[in-house]
């Protein structure tokens, strides 16, 4: 019963070290096995982004937001938004990715850089973030997206779109990509295709 | 008290009629001719309506009729055991046939007046225009495909992510999926402040094929219009799966990519949200949502909610435009500025009529003609002078200068008739004094005369339109 209840205990805690940020790597695919599991307990890196990102006190106030160029919004009028700690966090996703090769860290920084940085300003840290998370997990579709970005457009290396094409090959052979990523890995296959014939 | 009154009447003729006479002097070399026939105290003809809405145009209205067939065939195959989902597969092969058909030569570009996209058309021929027909049938289905209400939580909780906020897993995918068709936050930042910062996608729109399925592309049509989507996007397919669809500019291809990552109900919950119109409108939409789920459990059901709901917004709902003013101006103009110079007591009722009838139900509708002024006074005077004059409200500009010869200011005597003892009548002179007491004692502004002035003037615009 002891043995029982120290499992239970165990596996809580495992669970419990998953932040909310992180699930979309599980659930988009990331395998959840035992050496990822301990890897994130250990890194204080991944915990300290983590931590950094739920951490409401020191939250930054923006008043920025898009507006299109037909429609547009009065910026003034708008209310406050409230977002992360991006410049603490990201830096904390890419030593992770760096020295534990945390493919869960390498996700997590690819979707700050990717939804709130833009690729372009960062192009150094989005290719080795896709490179740690490609080299450790070929189950995510957007693994392979991110990879074949960087050989597409040219992030730090030299432009190869035969080689791109090949990752968004893989990917659509695997069959990993469902729904939107279907949508995404298909619209630049084609792409790619059509440039290349 | 008469002298008193004598005298203010000697004011108002002051003020308002010796001006006109003298712009009529100085400017009209007919000037007695105009003088005696010159309308004074003149209104205009104020309209509103009460009672049921009565308005079957809708039902003449073509894409209401098609809109029914397709409900009323789709309610059939479900029953029947065939849906539209097989539709959408015929269609989407006769696409694909269509395609193969027509090789590279393509079809012409709706716009072709757009530089960038005909460059586009010249390089990659092989992709068609759209037309009506490719999106109808799919589109008249999509209207069944309403958001719920779980939808417009989850377009909220999108949209928040969007922005940085949130963390869930449907944020960060929607989030991942935007940014990977080049449409994040930083990207539609830049295309919004300065076209140059953004992202390639949304530069050259056209250059980046955006893989969809045909119900997606029409769930664009149910939002913006069939007439959005021919015009803005065009195709070419491989497959029966997905169309290779492109955006021929940032607008369209950012609409496409929402639909292609949120999907279509929360892309459609996100329009919603966005639109202003319908941020008013909460009733609306909860009926809507209703109606839509209805439709997608019981299409019968459905189909026969829809009949009905459009019977009764349209034709049983009430409708006051004499003592609602949203009502009124809904609408017309005229409506709406009679309702306004009702609630103010400048408008006397000239005749009721039945503006609408059922041969069941009889009058459903009335409908009431009113003379109205700029200026109370005026109103009561008009109608002291018509009273005296014998002049019935056919008309609302029939006092001429003429008219004043004959006009007595003698307050009527009990028992006295206005026009047969030329007096004028007592309530009326009556209601004059208060009238004028009672502005006197509010001080009319300068500002509140050059208002009255603007509103006739406004008001004699929009007849002459009418005329027209």
């Known amino acids: 019963m002891k043995k029982i209840i120290l499992v239970l205990m165990c596996v809580g805690l495992l669970q419990a070290k998953i932040y909310r940020s992180s699930l979309a790597y599980f659930d988009n695919g990331g395998n959840k096995d035992k050496e990822l599991l301990a890897l994130l307990q250990k890194d204080d890196y991944y915990i300290s982004g983590n931590v950094y990102l739920q951490d409401k006190k020191d939250i930054k106030v923006q008043k920025k937001i898009f507006s299109e160029p037909d429609n547009p919004i009065d910026i003034e009028n708008l209310p406050e938004i409230l977002v992360p700690q991006w410049d603490k966090t990201l830096p904390m996703f890419i030593k992770s990715a760096k020295v534990f090769n945390n493919p869960v860290s390498a996700y997590q920084g690819l979707f700050i850089i990717n939804s709130f940085y833009g690729k372009q300003s960062k192009t150094k840290e989005f290719k080795e973030l896709a490179t740690v998370l490609y080299n450790n997990e070929k189950n995510i579709c957007m693994s392979h997206i991110f990879y074949g970005e960087i050989f597409e457009k040219g992030y730090n290396t030299k432009v190869d779109k035969q080689k791109a094409l090949s990752i968004y090959l893989e990917a659509d052979k695997s069959m990993i990509c469902k729904g939107w990523e279907s949508s995404v890995l298909g619209g630049r296959i084609y792409k790619l295709q059509r440039e290349l014939k | 008290m008469s002298i008193y009154f004598k005298k203010l009447i000697s004011l108002f003729l002051i003020v308002i009629i010796i001006p006109t006479q003298i712009f009529a002097k100085n400017n009209i070399s007919h000037e007695i001719e105009i003088e005696n026939t010159l309308h004074i105290f003149s209104g205009w003809e104020g309209k509103c309506v009460s009672g049921k809405k009565w308005d079957s145009s809708y039902m003449s209205d073509p894409m209401t009729i098609m809109s029914y067939a397709m409900m009323a065939y789709n309610s059939y195959t479900q029953v029947n055991g065939t849906s539209l989902a097989d539709e959408y597969g015929a269609w989407s092969e006769g696409v694909s046939e269509g395609a193969a058909a027509s090789g590279s030569t393509g079809q012409a570009m709706t716009n072709a007046s757009s530089s960038s996209s005909s460059a586009f058309s010249n390089s990659n021929g092989d992709f068609l225009g759209i037309t009506k027909m490719d999106i109808f049938i799919v589109r008249t289905a999509m209207v069944l495909a309403a958001p719920e209400e ?125 639109s202003k119109s319908n941020s008013a409108s909460g009733g609306g939409k909860g009926m809507a949502i209703a109606m839509m789920a209805v439709s997608m459990i019981c299409p019968v059901c459905g189909f026969v909610l829809k009949v009905v709901m459009d019977l009764y917004s349209n034709m049983l709902a009430s409708i006051n435009t004499c003592d609602n003013e949203q009502d009124a101006m809904e609408h017309s103009m005229l409506h709406y500025k009679t309702h306004k110079f009702l609630s103010h007591d400048q408008c006397h009722l000239a005749d009721t009529y039945c503006d609408k009838e059922s041969s069941w139900l009889g009058c459903v509708r009335k409908g009431y003609d009113y003379c109205c002024y700029d200026q109370v006074t005026t109103k009561i005077f008009a109608e002291g002078l018509k009273a005296q004059l014998n002049k019935n409200w056919d008309s609302c500009v029939d006092i001429t200068v003429n008219d004043l010869k004959d006009i007595s200011f003698r307050s009527c005597r009990e028992g006295e008739i206005a026009h047969i003892n030329k007096c004028f009548p007592m309530g009326k002179y009556d209601e004059f004094q208060k009238a004028l007491f009672k502005q006197a004692t509010k001080g009319i502004s300068i500002e509140g005369l050059t208002e009255q002035v603007i509103n006739s003037m406004a008001i004699d615009t929009d007849h002459k339109k009418k005329e027209k």
Not at chain 2, 151 to 179: I, P, S, V, W
Not at chain 2, 236 to 246: G, M, P, S
């Open chain 2, 150 to 274: 779980s939808d417009y939580d989850l377009a909220d909780r999108l949209m928040k992510g969007y922005l940085g906020q949130g963390d869930d897993t449907a944020a960060q995918a929607y989030n991942t999926c935007m940014a990977s068709i080049g449409l994040s936050f930083p990207n539609m930042l830049g295309w919004s402040m300065d076209e140059n910062s953004t992202s390639e996608n949304l530069k050259a729109p056209y250059e980046h094929p955006l893989r969809m399925t045909t119900e997606q592309l029409a769930s664009i049509a149910t939002v913006f219009g069939e007439d959005y989507v021919i015009e803005n996007y065009m195709y070419n397919t491989e497959d029966n799966i997905l169309l290779n669809v492109i955006a021929l500019n940032g607008h369209s291809y950012i609409k496409a990519g929402e639909v292609i990552c949120a999907g279509i109900k929360v892309s459609k919950a996100m329009a919603h949200k966005n």
